[in-house]
Nanobody
Framework: QVQLVESGGGLVQAGSSLRLSCAAS????????MGWFRQAPGKEREFVAA????????SYADSVKGRFTISRDNGKNTVYLQMNNLKPEDTAVYYC?????????????????WGQGTQVTVSS
């Protein structure tokens, strides 16, 4: 079993930055790809970013490309999401998740373990 705990969310103004962290415990996640997803009120959960098990490959949703950066520190069993130039449409609960494989996918059903989420609210 893997426990994931997200942190770093909050209420910020448009144009601000936040850095989300996802700390894993229970077992190492260094052998698995990791992803960030988000869910806004009344909307389905959507893919935000993902990173391969080595960190050598990343992918982003078009809506966040150029503004968000995903990274990982396998020594700390932690994944990060640096979010810059935040927009009101980025408001959502952000979840990190562990993929079933070393390479990432964009389908949330391929992710086995999930954190409880952290709220990000961006005011205009």
């Amino acid at each position: 079993q893997v426990q994931l705990v997200e942190s770093g969310g909050g209420l910020v103004q448009a144009g601000s930055s936040l850095r989300l962290s996802c700390a894993a415990s229970g077992r190492t996640v260094s052998n698995f790809a990791m992803g960030w997803f988000r869910q806004a009120p009344g909307k389905e959960r959507e893919f935000v970013a993902a990173i391969s098990w080595t960190g050598g490959s990343t992918s982003y949703a078009d809506s966040v490309k150029g503004r968000f950066t995903i990274s990982r520190d396998n020594g700390k069993n932690t994944v990060y999401l640096q979010m810059n130039n935040l927009k009101p449409e980025d408001t959502a609960v952000y979840y990190c998740a562990t993929c079933r494989w070393t390479t990432y996918t964009y389908d949330s059903t391929d992710y086995r373990f999930w954190g409880q989420g952290t709220q990000v609210t961006v005011s205009s």
